[in-house]
């Protein structure tokens, strides 16, 4: 067990935090979750993630914010953004981090098995 | 008086007046040969103490006939009206060339006036008028060299150059050569009237050129002014207008009342946004201001009727737009906040599906775990409807979500990527999902209805996000093709038609449905305005379609009448380029 896929989600919306989390153990991975980018940045100090599931509307750190500090101190996480913001497009700082709009995630996102497979996507990367 | 008389004092015929007591016999005793010997034109005689002027003329010298002119103090009467005269007078010879063409002219006599007039003296008698005013033109001389050749005597106006003046001139022949000029300066006159003709000619011209309709009429409503603006709005010529009754053109009783309240509070009636005012254009939206005219000088009314429609429609199109936009940010705000609740709902079901399933490991794990027998478990629940329940959960989650996606488009930018695309290979592609659509539905035959697209223009390309136009294209044609189906089952006709105008693509879909009623046309765009009925539509379509070509493309879309009397949405969209170009 000692492969499996680590996964931080960081949403403030806790039912759907908990629902993301609840599926994606489901699906064998290895989950935490976090309310905001504070508590998530204390995450990836003292853990490393493969994939970090990030809201962009968080209260104190966005974000945005939260993505390229995490990236600092853990270049080797991966990145899904899961917003719900309808103006939301990608900036040239996370562009540059190899974000895509493929791992744009819109909320409401209808099938969740769409995260496993990006998951699974960039893990093999 | 004038007399014949032989040689024997005989007076053989007479005429003239034989006044205060004067008759040919006093002159009898006078011998003509006397007259005769002295073989002068001109005697003096005193007859009753008067005296008279004799003019002898041997008329046939055979018969030795005389004719005797005898004038009095009405010479001098006549004479001093010559010199009195405030008009100008003077005689003049001609002086014919050999070939028998009038070529200049002696001042033989002239009166006082003739003086002050000219600034000329006695000085020019027996000179020339090309002596004394080289500059004359030969107008002046053709024309009385005419009148002294056919002895029609002549009144005209005329222009000198050597008085730098304007003249009423009447003149007549007196005898051969002879001729008589009667004339007054009539500059000022002139300029007078021609002041008042430019002013009448300034005056016409506003009144003609006025970008409104001017009417005027008398008491009687008969019109006595009609400019161009009226014969073109109306399509009646001023000169079949005139004299007519106006209420036979316009609206009687809104004219009628308002010519009322003019009457009554004496002042100008202004009417804003007047609709069907006039006969026949019932398209026309007016602004009307009457007043009366000052009944000293004439009475009746004027109207300027003004055509507004086109500042009503910007002015609406104005509105429409900030309402738009208002609702549309409210919209796109109100849609954010939903999708997070709508992803609790959606992902809740999900999971709650997922985990209850008997054929999932962790599941049948856990089932064991607490010692439930997870097909039994499925079948209680499928006994009490929970997974209708779920079902029915997840298709109101999707149906939210969906509405909400659509108003996620009210915000000013569009997620999606602009591409050259073009413009008739897009409307095909919208012709043929529609035609799919209606397969699927029994309401509404597509195959029944005749789609024209033969003015589809071949090369027009399109920078846009095509996925929304293609969107814009078909949630019309849908619509049309409800429209379209809901009046006439047989005959129904879409036209697709677009065209390049500057740099502009216009795209129009147009219908011969029952058209849209006019005051439902400003509420169309409207985000869950719909004339459909509850559950067939969501009444997002078209404010998606407004939101998509205004604010994602910056066009603008609007509706109208068509062509085939049914609705018509215009779409323009800025930049347009020849394909390959």
């Known amino acids: ?125 | 008086m004038n007399f014949l008389m032989d040689n024997k004092n005989n007076i053989l015929s007479s005429s003239g007046n034989f006044s205060k007591g004067l008759s040919p016999l006093d002159f009898v005793v006078f011998d003509i040969s006397e007259f005769n010997q002295k073989n002068e034109k001109n005697y003096s005689l005193e007859i009753k103490g008067k005296k008279y002027k004799v003019d002898v003329k041997k008329i046939k010298t055979s018969e030795e006939l005389y004719h005797i002119n005898i004038s009095s103090e009405q010479k001098d009467f006549y004479k001093n009206i010559f010199k009195e005269s405030i008009l100008a007078i003077a005689t003049h010879r001609m002086i014919f060339d050999e070939k028998g063409q009038p070529v200049d002219y002696i001042f033989t006599d002239i009166n006082e006036e003739f003086k002050n007039l000219t600034g000329l003296n006695s000085d020019v008698l027996g000179k020339t008028v090309l002596e004394t005013l080289p500059e004359t033109e030969k107008f002046w001389i053709k024309k009385y060299g005419e009148i002294v050749k056919t002895g029609k005597s002549e009144r005209f106006q005329n222009y000198s150059v050597a008085f730098d003046k304007w003249f009423d001139v009447f003149v007549f022949k007196n005898q051969k050569d002879f001729f008589t000029t009667v004339f007054r300066d009539i500059t000022e006159e002139k300029k007078t009237r021609d002041d008042l003709a430019y002013t009448k000619d300034f005056l016409d011209n506003i009144i003609s050129s006025m970008p409104s309709m001017l009417i005027g009429i008398d008491k009687d409503y008969k019109i006595n002014e009609w400019n161009v603006k009226a014969s073109e709005i109306t399509g009646i010529p001023e000169e079949k207008a005139l004299g007519k009754d106006l209420r036979d053109i316009i609206e009687s009783h809104i004219i009628q009342n308002a010519l009322t309240s003019c009457d009554k509070e004496n002042s100008v009636v202004k009417m804003d946004r007047v609709k069907g005012l006039i006969n026949g254009r019932n398209d026309l939206i007016l602004e009307v201001l009457i007043y009366k005219l000052d009944e000293n000088i004439k009475d009746g009314y004027v109207l300027i009727l003004s055509d507004i429609s086109e500042r009503i429609h910007l002015q609406e199109m104005m509105i429409q737009n900030e309402k738009m936009i208002s609702v549309g940010g409210l919209a796109a705000g109100m849609a954010h906040e939903i999708n997070n609740p709508i992803s609790g709902i959606l992902q809740g079901v999900q999971n709650i599906k997922r985990r209850l399933s008997p054929d999932f490991a962790k599941n049948i794990a856990a089932a064991e775990r607490f010692d439930i027998d997870l097909i039994k478990l499925n079948d209680f629940l499928d006994d009490r409807k929970i997974d209708l329940f779920l079902d029915g959960i997840e298709e109101s989650g999707f149906r939210a979500a969906n509405i909400i996606s659509n108003m996620l488009q009210f915000s000013g930018k569009s997620a999606g990527e602009r591409k050259q695309i073009i413009l008739k290979e897009l409307i095909e592609r919208v012709y043929e999902l529609a035609s799919n659509e209606f397969d699927l539905s029994k309401k509404v035959d597509f195959k029944k209805i005749q789609v024209d697209m033969s003015k589809v223009e071949e090369d027009i390309m399109l920078h846009c996000v095509d996925t929304e136009i293609e969107q814009v294209l078909l949630n019309l044609v849908i619509n049309a093709a409800h429209a379209v189906f809901s009046h006439r089952k047989d005959d129904g006709r879409i036209n697709f038609i677009t065209k390049r105008k500057d740099d502009k693509i216009f795209i129009e879909v147009e219908d011969n449905g029952p058209g849209i009623d006019e005051t439902l046309k400003t509420r169309i765009f409207e985000p869950f305005f719909t004339t459909k009925e509850a559950g067939e539509g969501t009444g997002l379509g078209l404010s998606v379609s407004y939101f998509i070509i205004k604010e994602h493309h910056g066009g603008d879309i609007y509706v109208s009448t068509g062509e085939m009397e049914g609705t018509r949405f215009t779409i323009i969209l800025p930049g347009g380029r020849k394909n390959g170009k």
């Open chain 1, 1 to 125: 067990m000692e492969n499996k896929t680590r996964i931080l989600i960081v949403d403030d919306d806790s039912i759907v935090r908990e629902n993301l989390v609840a599926f994606l153990e489901d699906e064998d991975f290895l989950v935490d979750s976090v309310k905001d980018a504070e508590e998530g940045l204390k995450r990836i100090e003292d853990n490393s993630y493969d994939i970090a599931i990030v809201d962009m509307r968080l209260p104190g750190i966005d974000g945005s914010q939260f993505i390229i500090k995490t990236n600092e101190m853990s270049p080797n996480t991966k990145f899904i953004i899961h917003t719900g913001s309808t103006n939301f497009s990608l900036n040239q700082k996370l562009k540059d981090l190899g974000i895509t709009k493929k791992e744009l995630f819109m909320k409401p996102i209808r099938d969740m098995n769409t995260f496993v497979e990006e998951i699974k996507e960039l893990i093999n990367d």
